[in-house]
């Protein structure tokens, strides 16, 4: 089993920055994917972005030049670095590890975009 526990959101305005963090219980990196999702009020939960075990990023269009998902493997943390914050940023933030066995999900963070 793989606990994984985000943090870092709250409230900003737009064109602040926000660093979200995912702490894993345990090494997972090298054998699971990462990604970030995001669920907004009356939405479906969307991929924001991905991480894979080999390092390979990728993006939604809307983020793209924005955010930037990367991984501290000694820490077991996955983060979002996200910058230029718009309110259509406003979401639930949930980080995934998965793999062809296995898919495990966080509890998700608040982050609000308003002025």
């Known amino acids: 089993q793989v606990q994984l526990v985000e943090s870092g959101g709250g409230l900003v305005q737009p064109g602040d920055s926000l660093r979200l963090s995912c702490a894993a219980s345990?090494?997972?990196?090298?054998?699971?994917?990462m990604g970030w999702y995001r669920q907004a009020p009356g939405k479906q939960r969307e991929l924001v972005a991905i991480?894979?075990?080999?390092?390979?990023?990728n993006y939604a269009d809307s983020v793209k030049g924005r955010f930037t998902i990367s991984r501290d493997n000694a820490k077991n943390t996955l983060y979002l670095q996200m910058n230029s914050l718009k309110p259509e940023d406003t979401a639930v933030y949930y980080c995934?590890?998965?793999?062809?066995?296995?898919?495990?999900w966080g509890q998700g963070t608040q982050v609000t975009v308003s002025s």
């Open positions: 991480i894979t075990t080999q390092g390979s990023t």
């Open positions: 995934k590890a998965s793999n062809l066995m296995f898919v495990w």
């Open positions: 345990r090494s997972i990196f090298s054998t699971y994917n």
